[in-house]
């Protein structure tokens, strides 16, 4: 009004008590907003029925097959130009197979059935990846869609460079690549999803490889090995879950029981979250236990 003294300024520790305020109010409308998805989560688990680790694929006249078929042909065509390194002589004479690329939609079904499986053993730290003979890296890349940790292993020193090059950007330090030797690796251990695909030209090698990779690998393993030979060996110390998936140091009735959790296991093929953010306060257990099930809660 005419006449009345401009306000003072407010003084630093109003305006910090103020921005102080205003966040704690936003806070409180968003995880009142939060609710809204918290229900829409529990109706979604409270009435899923479960789905098989593989799902049936789409038939050949389904238009999201032929859809998922240009998408496959386009990423092989990429995979020539993302790695175009020859195979070093050097790995060729020590057995190695070349960098041979996967359709896509292929590698994605066999690390959701893991995925799924994972969470139905109930983590309690990040879960981490491993591509045996990794070449290029690019299933690395991929993988790391859906795990916390994604890690290459290769013995080609050329195809090291390209695969380090190439995650280095992308997942900075979500990722490494290792030039090391497959037969002699020690670490395998430290995964929780093993994934290798004939790496080895030589049967005999392959057994050896395979064989090291058992020894090493803790119980609860899950070893993905798409090709047939691996699941005809008898005496593997390992179970056959579904598809290319096996699980490592349990027996029948353990992996009967897990397989059963893991088909109640949701559909995400997000990143696991472990823990749910902490400025979701009060809601975060309701948010872990929806996590944990397999839904694709938003996350802050």
């Not at 890349?141 to 460079?161: I, K, M, T, W």
């Not at 979250?273 to 802050?300: D, K, T, W």
């Amino acid at each position: 009004r005419p006449g009345t003294p401009p306000a003072s300024p407010p003084t630093a520790e109003q305006m910090r008590s103020d921005a102080i305020q205003r966040a704690w109010f936003t806070d409180v409308r968003n995880r009142y907003l939060r609710w809204r998805d918290i229900n829409a989560a529990l109706t979604f688990l409270n009435e899923w029925k479960g789905a098989p680790l593989y799902p049936p694929p789409a038939s050949a006249h389904d238009l999201r097959h032929q859809q998922q078929l240009v998408t496959d042909a386009a990423f092989l065509a990429l995979h020539a130009i993302l790695n175009p390194t020859r195979q070093d002589p050097g790995a060729q004479d020590h057995g190695c197979f070349e960098d041979i690329p996967l359709p896509p939609s292929e590698f994605t079904r066999h690390i959701h059935a893991a995925l799924r499986i994972a969470l139905a053993r109930q983590p309690t730290a990040p879960l981490r990846f491993l591509d045996v003979g990794c070449g290029g890296g690019i299933k690395v890349l991929q993988a790391a869609q859906c795990f916390a940790l994604a890690d290459g292993l290769e013995y080609d020193p050329g195809y090291v460079e390209v695969a380090r090059s190439m995650l280095s950007s992308l997942l900075q330090d979500r990722a490494q690549v290792f030039h090391a030797d497959a037969l002699t690796f020690d670490r395998y251990g430290d995964y929780d999803v093993i994934y290798f695909y004939r790496p080895m030209r030589d049967p005999d090698l392959l057994i050896q490889l395979e064989d090291r990779i058992l020894a090493h690998a803790r119980p609860g393993t899950l070893l993905i090995a798409p090709y047939a030979s691996f699941g005809r060996r008898p005496g593997l110390p390992c179970e056959h879950m579904e598809g290319s998936v096996h699980i490592a140091g349990l027996d029948s009735a353990g992996a009967a029981d897990l397989y059963r959790r893991s088909c109640q296991i949701a559909l995400t093929t997000r990143q696991i979250q472990y823990r749910a953010h902490p400025r979701n306060g009060y809601l975060a257990p309701l948010i872990e236990v929806i996590l944990r099930n397999g839904y694709p809660f938003p996350q802050i």
